[in-house]
């Protein structure tokens, strides 16, 4: 099957973007970038460097050396609220088997742990406790001393790949295809410890879970390698809604169906999950899914939104979206509501996207028919940024400053909307002439 | 002294001075015409008919006791520069006009023969029947044998166009000076160093007629005197007499520099240009411990013993006796340095005098834009010096003051210079001061910079003077001891700005090169089944020439509209600016000669030198050795030493057609591979802050012109193409002979705006796939097309990022890129345009390139064009405001916008930078479509 990708070509009235910088450092690929205040952020990667940029200017602040292995997971690690001083701290984990707390404002390493078993594969911070876990091959519980408080039994060789955090002090881990609830016992008055215990098992994924993220308090969302897509209770953990199966399952017999499972399955593994209060938004195989939570159904894709696999999704503010892919490319859509009906069929779920023949065309023409009561919406690429020359890792959202993204060529670049920047630099020019003083021009 | 009658000098300063100001002007039937051969040909550029000699030069002539005035040498040093101009006669003429031929021997009142340190006399005479016009030059050097001591000479300026040396008098008087100071200086040297040699030898003949009185009287005991010992008694007495004078004498010359650093107009020779200096420019910390005795170092290692001679007592002074050459009257060393730096004065003033000037008014006006120079200009010939900045803003200043105050008692600003620059590190040791002097070294440094600066005020004032005496052949026209107590007003009066020559336009319209039907725009996108028609009309039918002359005219501003502070303060500067450039440029052309054979001369010299320096200092000229041999491994390992590129010492070479060396210049145009190689060899390594960029030199920029104009007459798309450059679009020029595209590269480069003053955003020439980074560093590229392997990279790499760049398809000829129906690039490059000179060419863009620059400052620093007028004013409203400035005040049209919009955000961000860090390049980009264009 060959769908092509939709272009925009070199017109994007709508892309702000006209202006980028090329921040080099890394020597390796470049896999996670992490915002630490308004202006700042962290990139590291595969070299076992953590950089901190400014991006606003572009200007390398800090190089962290500490680590002697690839970077494994980055998160800032925010001070309490409460907390006069501000002091803004990211811990990194390495396939070292460490855990480095480093200082943001002074570049130094505050504190490292080197007492894991594995490698720590993923980072969260719960802030209301004020305590972090490190999650590999088990869950560990670390105030902000570094203290370990607590630990679960050794889980499997894979380790929880994921964590979110849940209402009631508890803790959603992606172990493999099973999802953990564990709940977090804190320290109270009576007791010192901190314990923290296995609640329930859930074991509806087929494949590897590879996305985990919260909806809000009451929802949160899984993804999995097969395109499973299920959205659970926060409360009660309980499934309140699944889409599985990205690929046209009623076309084919179930023979097809494993080949096709093997040969695609890289187009179906959901790697990316990103959401607002409304929809959940998929990044599965090289397309983009608009899951509406509400109405329960997909209600907007791009099929084939990248040349390659989609890494990264986010929503922005604006009804927009970005994606960034192995192509090396960042895309800007839209979710526009359709005001026709017949620009574009809007499939009832996964199951119609794939078109193959004719009784796939009636399908979709009976969908239509039956959805047209309802509000269509579709997602309109607005713009692309090309810059790197192989995948984009990652991107980070900067609002007004721009836009943040890494790649495995070992650049980051940062994006910018160059009237804004012209702007800026105005403003700036004439603060200087008035510091000057006589606006006499010298250099 | 000769006199001749037609002579009027003005040896008086004070009174003739104010004189010639209250007198009414003189009539014009008495005035010498502007272009004496004007009625010959409408061209004043033309070869003068009347002339014998087809260029300047510089000649140098005698007054021998022996024969009369007789020429000794030309610079430059061919036959072929005077022609059928004859040199005797000249001579003659310019060696009767020596007003100051003065006495020396004994004068009244006085024991001994007193040396008189004569000032040097400057004049202006012109020959209006051989058609020669002179500065004149005249010195006189001491020679022990010589009638008085004295030789009187004089080097002087020849030159077909009197207003040339009218108009450049000052310069000329003060390159002259320093030439004409290097003689003396090492005269001063040879004449002490020959006191000694006789003194040792009067020495010695004393001795010897001592003893052999002695022996006379032990042999004679008769007890009375002999006619014989009575001779030789005699003849001790004269020579005791005798050594007694030339003690005198020796104490006399050695004394000269100290006593000359109380007079204020004293100017002490300097080489800037010595090796010395070249060195520590490019090595400074070897220096600090090189410094300190140079000199001595190089020219004083080994002296071998002076074995005196015997002295007859009759030495007559017969004619046939052969006179000193002046080599050894000089010392060979600065005889060497000497025309060395008459060489630098021939190209300096070399060409014509309209080009010299306007190139003045050019670097004066230049300096004045200091915030959007480094976009199009060659910033490093506009380089000064710390030093020299000091001095320009010293002259700005306290003006007034400074000319009223007499000199001596102006306090002199020791700061203004640095020391390092201008200490003198060749005369500091050789001659040596009295023996009074415990530190002549530190005298030496502290003191010439003040004299330094007082000579260069002096400049300012100094005046010149109209002619008065048009009467037969011989015209003095000025004399340059003229006016130190000129008023400001008056020396302004007095400077000939109005004057300023007119081009003559050329109106002779030749046939179109190009046909416009050949144009053919091939689109890629499905939209714009308009755009031949527009691309078309980029090239409007019927150009007027003349309007679009006077426009350009209005845009820049020209001399006219300069007040009288600025002119002041703009002759001041310019010429330092001259000075200073032919500084830089005497280090190159020193290179060779003292740099890189250093030894033999070395060799050469210590013969000379004994009875000056008693003890060699061995230890230094090891070090001395050393770092000679340090820097000329610096020079070959770089190929082409970045900074010194730019120092092509021939700034003025294009212009004289007569050049020789200009036919191979011609000859070699079409093969850009050596000079494009040098200049990637450049690019490769300009990110390095340290050197500025070294942009082209002369040859460059003609080379470049022509090559543009030839892509501009060959190319129908040029226009879109330079638009890319201009509007900071990386154009990659795509090909597989490296020779075509570098020759495209550089017939571009002179299109593209620097990002900063130490950064050419150029490439001639990649092999590799390009990268983003590559579009962020470079905004014109040569590329390879490769062979098939690479070449899917290669091509993935440019369609991937097809929308950085535009693509120049030089195996092809294509273009594609963004549309463009501005009308700023047709003006810049006009397939139609009457230049020929690819020079002449360079020159036009970069002034149309100037004007654009003002655009662009304008629109950066205007207030409220960036900024809300209130607080209410929305960003919308200042956007309109903005777009309308651009529009309908700077009269843009189209796409020129975004032109001036970039070069804007390039002052912005230059202006913004902090000077110690490098500057982070933004690569900016519009999302626009490409159109491939066809011819």
Known sequence: MKSSVQTIGEEQIQNPYTELLVLRGHQDIVRFLVQIDEYRFASAGDDGIIFLWNAQTGEKLFELHGHTHKITAVTAFPSPSACEDEKYLILTASADRTVIVWDCNSGRQVQKVTSFHSTVKCLTVLQRLDVWLSGGSDLCVWNRKLDLLCKTSHLTEAGVSALVELPKTCIAAAVGKELTIFRLIASTNESESWDVIEVKRLVDHQDNILSLINVNDLTFVTGSHVGELIVWDALDWTKQASECGFWDSSLHTDTQQEIKLTQNQKEISIQCLASDEECVFAAVGKGIYVYNLQMKRVIACQRTAHDSSVLHIAKLPNRQLLSCSEDGSLRIWELREKQQLSAEPVPTGFFNMWGFGRANKQANQSAKKTQESLTLYSLELIGDLIGHSSAVQMFLFFGELGLVTCSVDHLIILWKDGERESQLRSLTLFQKLEQNGDLQLRF | MISAPDVVAFTKEEELEEEAYDEPPLPEEYSVPLYPFATYGANPWSKLSGSKFPRDFILISEFSEQVGPQPLLTIPDDAKVSGTFDLNYFSLRIMSVDYQASFVGHPPGCAYPKLNFVEDSKVVLGDSKEGAFAYVHHLTLYDLEARGFVRPFCMAYISTDEHKIMQLFQELSAEFSKASE?????????????????????????????????????????????????????????????????????????????????????????????????????????????????????????????????????????????????????????????????????????????????????????????????????????????????????????????????????????????LGSYKSSVESVPIKMDPEMEDPQELKVSDPPAEDHQENLEYLDADIKGSISSGESIEVLGTEKSAPVLTKSESQASLPISSSPHMVRNKAVSGRTISEDSIEVLSTCPSESLIPEDFKASYPSAINEETYADDEEGGIHFSPSLTPDNMEEREGRSEQEHLLQVDSACCIGKESPTFLEPLPDLGRKHCDDDGVVSIPPQPYRQADQGLHVNFSDYLSHDGVPGGLLSYEPDPHYLLSSRDVS??????????????????????????????????????????????????????????????????????????EDEAIVKKLVTALSIFVPNCSAYTKPVKHWVTSPLHIMDFQKWKLIGLQRVGSPARASMLHSLTRYSRYVSILDADSKTLRCPLYKGTLVPRLADHRTQIKRGSTYYMQVQSALTQLCSKAFLYAFCHHLHLPINE????????????????????????????????????????????????????????????????
Not at chain 2, 701 to 709: E, Y
């Open chain 2, 182 to 418: 290097c003689l003396k200086t090492g005269n001063r040297k040879a004449f002490a160093n020959e006191l000694e040699k006789k003194l040792k030898d009067l020495d010695y003949t004393r001795t010897v007629l001592h003893n052999e009185t002695e022996i006379q009287k032990k042999a004679n005991d008769k007890g009375y005197y002999t006619t014989q010992a009575i001779e030789k008694a005699n003849e001790l007495a004269s020579v005791e007499k005798s050594i007694i004078e030339h003690q005198d004498l020796l104490k006399q010359i050695r004394s000269y520099p100290y006593r000359k650093m109380k007079d204020s107009d004293f100017h002490p020779y300097e080489p800037e240009c010595a090796p010395d200096q070249a060195n520590a420019s490019f090595d400074l910390d070897s220096t600090t411990s090189h410094h300190d005795e140079p000199g001595e170092t190089h020219l004083y290692a080994r002296l071998p013993p002076y074995t005196p001679k015997l002295i007859k007592a009759k030495s007559a002074k017969c004619f046939d006796k052969k006179l000193k050459t002046l080599e050894e009257l000089c010392d060979i060393y600065f005889f060497t340095q000497t025309v060395d730096q008459l060489n630098q004065i021939e190209r300096t003033f070399r060409g014509d005098v309209c080009y010299l000037l306007t190139n003045q008014i050019n670097r004066a006006l230049l300096k004045q834009q200091t915030i959007v120079n480094f976009l199009f200009e060659d910033v490093s010939v506009l380089d000064e010096k710390p030093a020299e900045k000091h001095l320009a803003g010293c002259q700005g200043c306290p003006q007034d003051t400074v000319n009223t105050k007499s000199l001596e008692e102006f306090p002199i600003p020791k700061v203004l210079i640095s």
């Open chain 2, 662 to 735: 200009k036919i191979s210049l011609d000859e070699c145009s079409d093969s850009t591979s050596y000079m494009s190689s040098a200049a990637s060899t450049c690019s490769d390594r300009s990110p390095s802050p340290a050197h500025p960029i070294s942009h082209f030199n002369e040859r460059h920029k003609k080379k470049a012109g022509q090559n543009a104009l030839r892509f501009i007459r060959q190319y129908p798309f040029a226009h879109p193409a330079i638009y890319s450059l201009l509007s900071g679009r990386t154009l990659v020029v795509l090909g």
């Open chain 2, 872 to 935: 209410a004013e929305v960003e919308e409203s200042i956007a309109n405001r903005r777009m309308n400035f651009l529009k309908l005040q700077l009269g843009l049209v189209n796409e020129d916008v975004k032109i001036v919009q970039y070069l804007a955000e390039l002052l912005k961000l230059q202006y913004l930078q902090e000077p110690g860090r490098g500057a982070t390049p933004q690569l900016r980009f519009d999302y626009v479509p490409s159109f491939l264009y066809k011819i």
